[in-house]
Each structure stands twice: as structure tokens, then as C-alpha cells.
């Protein structure tokens, strides 16, 4: 029997059935050879081969999203644990601070001298009961600069220079003056006032008390 030796061009296109674009109905009728049918199943073994190696691909990368999920589910537990843990401590945080707050209040309010606060200019910005009563006024009057219309006449020129020299100076105040109430009432005090400074030294307000001294005892002197 003779063998019949393909043609290289028509023996190429064989090669195109792996890929799809010829299929086996499409083929001129041959007397195949050996040869022929080995390279067409050697083609389909590289075929099957390098699917077999997308599929790994495919499988390992597969694996690696699963566990990136994985990593990233117990980091976000982890993240809202941490969240959890945090706001309870900033909730016993505020608790506490409130209750600081409620108590300092509670001391201020039961002293028996007048408690304020005020800018780095004097303006008040907090005064306690006892300071509005010796003052002669509301604590929502008493704030800002209102107070210090009520000063004696007499006292006010000696009150502002002194309070001018140790806010200069940044120097605490202390002095002796007196209040001028609205039904007439003058009511002798002892002021004291530390600064508040910053960071930098800059005075940033002053905490003060007054003390009414208005019924202090005279001492008598015997000759």
C-alpha cells in the first residue's frame, strides 16, 4: 500500500482543530497517516495540559480570596471589639466626668465665699451662688462685665488700677474693696484672683473669690 505524504500547508491547518477554528467535518478526506494522527493527539495532550494548569491557577487563586475574606472578617471583629472596648471606656469616661462636675458644683455652691472666673480682660465667665448674693446680683447678671458697675464709687478708680497693674504684671490680685448695691447696701469684700496662663505664659483668665468681710469683727484697742 502506498503512503500518501500531505501537503505542508493542508498538513498545518490539522494543527487548527485544537483551537476551534476547523472542525474534523470541514477536512478533506486524506488518507491520514500515523504521523498526522500522533501530532493531532499530542496537540490535544497540550491542550489538556495547559487547562489543567488554568484550572490550578484558577483553584489557588481561589484559595487565596477565601483566606484574604477570612483575614479581613476577623479583622473587622478585631476593629469592632477594639470600637466596643473604646466607646464603653468613653462612656465611664463621661460618667465620671459628669459626676466631677456635679460634685464640684454641689462644694462651690456650699461655700461661704463667692467663687468666679473670668477672661483674660476680667469679663466673668462663671460665678457661683455665693458670689451673686455678696454682688447683689443674678448669676446670669452678674456675668460678662455688669459686676463692675456695682463697685463703690470711691473704690472703683483704686479696684481698676490695681487689677490693671497685676494683669500686666501677670501677678495674682488681692485688695479690699467695696460693692454699692442697688437698694443701697455697701458691702465690704476681701478680692483675690490668681491668673490662668497658657502653654506659652500668656494669661488666658484668672479664678478669683470674694469674701465678705463686711461684718469682721473691729478689734478694740485699750490704751
Known sequence: MQKMTLNSSKFSSLGKIGNGNIKLKDIPTYNITFDAVSYLINEMGLYKIEL?????????AKIKIEELSTDLNKERIKTNKQLQIK???RNKFENELCQSKQKFETLVNVLPVGIWRSDSKGSYTYVNERCSEIIGLSAEEA???DWAKYLHPEDKCVCYKEWKDCTKEKIPFKLEYRFLLPDGKVTQVLGQAEPELDESGEVVGYVGTITDVSFRPKVKIWQ
Not at 489543567?52 to 489557588?60: T, V
Open 52 to 60: 489543567e494548569m488554568r484550572n490550578e491557577e484558577l483553584r489557588e
Open 143 to 145: 456675668l460678662g462685665d
Open 87 to 89: 466607646t464603653i471606656q
